[in-house]
C-alpha cells in the first residue's frame, strides 16, 4: 500500500511539474513584441523640419511591473585614444563590462571621469600600452583626458537591454521589446540632469502604440569642463605630450 501511494504521488508531481512546463511555454510564445521608435526633435525646430546632424543622444526602457527582463550579459569594450580623441565618442555596454583604453597617440594620456557614472583616475600611461575600467553600476560617465582639454567622450553602463542609440537623422530604434508598460529614459549630450529628468515618463508599449513620437532637446550647454584637480586647463606649453 505505502509504495502504490509513493507511485501516485510521484505521478501527480510529473504531472504537475509537466503542466508548469507547459504553461512557461505557452507563455514565452503568446508573449506579443514590438520594435519601438522615436525621433529627437530639437526645440527650436519646427515640427516638419530636422536639422542634418544631430547630438549624441540615447533612449531606454526599464520594465515597471508587469515582466521583468533578462540580466544582461557584461562584455570588453574599448575606447581607443588617437590624434587626440576618443573613438568612438559614445559607448553603450551592459553594466558590469570592462572598457579598456588603449593609448595609440604617439604621447602620453591620463583618462579620468569625476562624474556619477564611474570616477576613476587612469593616471598617466604611454604610448602603445592601456588600461582598463569595470562599469559595475548604471549611470553615464563623462570621459577626459587631464592633459588634452579637446578629448571627450561618454560611457553609458545600462541594466536593460532595451535601448536605442539616435541615428545621424535623430531617429532612435528598439527592436523587439515585449509589451507592458515601462519607464522610458532619456539622455542627450549637452543637456542639464534637471532637463534629462523632465524628459522621464512612463510608456505603454503594445503593437499598437509602439511610437513615442518627438523627444525634444533644448539647446546644448556649451560649458567648458575642468581638469582632475578641479581647475581649468593650462595653456599646452609641452607639444610632445
Known amino acids: ?25 505557452t507563455a514565452g510564445v503568446n508573449e506579443r513584441r514590438a520594435d519601438v521608435t522615436a ?19 540615447v533612449i531606454w526602457l526599464n520594465p ?28 553603450v555596454v551592459p553594466v558590469g563590462s570592462s572598457v579598456a583604453f588603449p593609448n595609440a597617440d604617439p ?10 557614472g564611474r570616477r576613476f583616475d587612469l593616471g598617466l600611461y604611454e604610448a602603445g600600452s592601456s588600461r582598463s ?16 582639454a579637446e578629448m571627450s567622450a561618454v560611457v553609458i553602463a545600462l541594466a536593460s537591454p532595451l535601448y536605442g542609440q539616435a541615428d545621424a537623422q535623430g531617429d532612435f530604434d528598439i527592436h523587439d521589446v515585449p509589451e507592458g508598460d515601462y519607464e522610458l529614459h532619456v539622455w542627450i549630450e549637452g543637456q542639464k540632469q534637471n ?31 575642468l581638469n582632475k584637480f578641479g581647475k581649468p586647463y593650462e595653456p599646452d606649453a609641452h607639444p610632445i605630450y
Open 195 to 225: 532637463e534629462l529628468d523632465r524628459l522621464t515618463r512612463r510608456v505603454h508599449i503594445s503593437a499598437d502604440n509602439a511610437n513615442l513620437g518627438d523627444i525634444r532637446s533644448s539647446h546644448p550647454d556649451a560649458t567648458q569642463h
Open 39 to 57: 525621433r529627437l526633435l530639437p526645440e527650436q525646430a519646427g515640427k516638419s523640419k530636422r536639422p542634418e546632424h544631430h547630438v549624441p543622444a
Open 107 to 116: 604621447f602620453f594620456h591620463n583618462v579620468f571621469s569625476l562624474f556619477d
Open 1 to 25: 500500500m505505502p509504495r502504490r501511494r509513493s507511485l501516485v504521488l510521484l505521478v501527480e508531481v510529473l504531472l504537475f511539474g509537466s503542466s508548469l512546463w507547459l504553461c512557461a511555454q
Open 133 to 148: 575600467v569595470i562599469f559595475s553600476r548604471e549611470g553615464v560617465s563623462y570621459i577626459f583626458c587631464n592633459i588634452h
Open 64 to 91: 515597471v511591473a508587469s515582466h521583468t527582463l533578462p540580466e544582461v550579459t557584461p562584455g570588453k569594450f574599448t575606447l581607443m585614444q588617437k590624434n587626440k580623441m576618443f573613438t568612438p565618442h559614445l559607448l
